[in-house]
């Protein structure tokens, strides 16, 4: 088969990457050598994902480990919320 895109590796990047270039109609191979997909970004937060969760962002930066302050430009353009809509 022919593909116009090759992402290898299914995490958080990976899936994004092949997801924004199916957006594009891209013909997209996600290679995961794994079983399953987001095997890590499961893991974060204890087991819930922290960041994929709907508190506010003031919540989340709070309970960031050391200081969480530099969260605030990265959630100016691309927050929790944004994060679930997109996946
Ligand atoms: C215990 C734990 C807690 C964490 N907590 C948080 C948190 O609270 N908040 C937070 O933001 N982040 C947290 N992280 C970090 C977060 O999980 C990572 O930043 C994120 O997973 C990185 O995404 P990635 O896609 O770059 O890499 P990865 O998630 O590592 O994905 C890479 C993928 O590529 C696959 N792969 C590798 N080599 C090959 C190959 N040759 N062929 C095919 N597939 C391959 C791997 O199997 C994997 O699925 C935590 C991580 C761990 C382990």
């Not at 199916?22 to 191979?29: C, D, G, M, S, T």
């Amino acid at each position: 088969m022919d593909f116009d895109v090759i992402v290898i590796g299914g995490g958080p990047s990976g899936l994004m990457a092949a997801i924004a270039a199916a957006e594009k109609n891209k013909r997209v191979l996600l290679v995961e050598k794994g079983p399953k997909l987001g095997r890590k970004l499961i893991l974060s937060g204890g087991g819930r994902c922290n960041v994929t969760n709907r508190k506010p962002a003031e919540e989340i930066i709070k309970n960031i480990p050391g200081n969480g302050r530099f969260m605030y430009s990265p959630f100016s353009e691309f927050n929790n919320e944004d994060i679930i809509a997109f996946f």
